[in-house]
């Protein structure tokens, strides 16, 4: 079975420009979700999509956003990049479970820098 | 925003010896899931306790979660090098689908 897949590995982009992220979620996952991971601040909980639609973000400016497609891939953009953008950005998948998703599988990650 | 909190930041061990990490979290819970990250890549899920669970073993982890304490240990035993990574401890909410992360446990098992 396929794990998740994140595109592209390494990104280096400069402060201003626009970056998208791409994530393939296991097969039969329904739920993405997406995760910032900066220097000496932990993972920090972004988006999650469901079924093609935001069910929760944390407190992070409008500039990030993001969607899910039908076939549950997912993207994640963000706008006007900042130096502080740079980090790990990690996208996750599990299957829609009733109340709730357990267990969460995780990509190998996008490394953004912005110059 | 940081739920859980790990303890220590970081630990250094020889190889056969056990390595303990503490987490603690401020809200009540749904779960506790222990991750996995080596050199900055993505996590792999380790173990996942419940809130109505004490104790929890899979092969040479254990993790005990005291809900009264708000707080979960993960215990490493016969440590190998190949256990050198950043371990994560992470919650999960009643009523969410969402993981809140600590900043991690840095281990490094020397042989």
Redesign the interface.
């Known amino acids: 079975e396929a794990g998740?897949t994140q595109s592209p590995t390494h990104l280096i982009k400069t402060r201003g420009q626009q970056v998208t992220l791409r994530c393939s979620p296991i097969s039969g996952h329904t739920?993405v979700?997406w995760?910032q991971?900066a220097l000496?601040?932990?993972?920090?909980?972004l988006l999650?999509y469901?079924e093609g639609e935001e069910?929760?973000r944390?407190?992070f400016p409008p500039r990030f956003s993001g969607r899910q497609f039908p076939n549950y891939s997912s993207e994640l953009n963000v706008n006007a990049l900042e130096l502080e953008d740079s980090a790990?950005y990690?996208c996750?998948s599990?299957p829609r479970l009733a109340g709730?998703?357990?267990?969460?599988?995780?990509?190998?990650?996008t490394?953004l820098t912005v110059l | 925003?940081?739920q859980g909190e790990e303890d220590p930041q970081a630990l250094s061990i020889q190889e056969g010896e056990n390595a303990t990490m503490n987490c603690s979290y401020k809200t009540s819970i749904?779960?506790l899931?222990w991750?996995r990250q080596n050199s900055?890549?993505?996590?792999?899920?380790l173990i996942?306790i419940r809130s109505n669970e004490r104790e929890k073993h899979s092969g040479r982890l254990r993790v005990t979660l005291d809900t009264s304490k708000k707080s979960s240990s993960l215990l490493i035993t016969a440590s190998r090098a190949a256990d050198t990574a950043s371990y994560?401890c992470?919650t999960?909410n009643s009523?969410?689908?969402?993981?809140?992360?600590?900043?991690?446990t840095m281990l490094l098992v020397s042989p």
């Open positions: 998740v739920s979700y995760y991971q000496g601040l932990g993972l920090q909980f999650w469901d069910r929760n944390e407190n790990l990690l996750a599990s709730g998703a357990d267990t969460q599988y995780f990509g190998p990650g490394r | 925003s940081q749904n779960n899931q991750y900055g890549r993505g996590l792999v899920h996942l994560f992470a999960m009523g969410y689908s969402t993981l809140t992360f600590g900043k991690g």
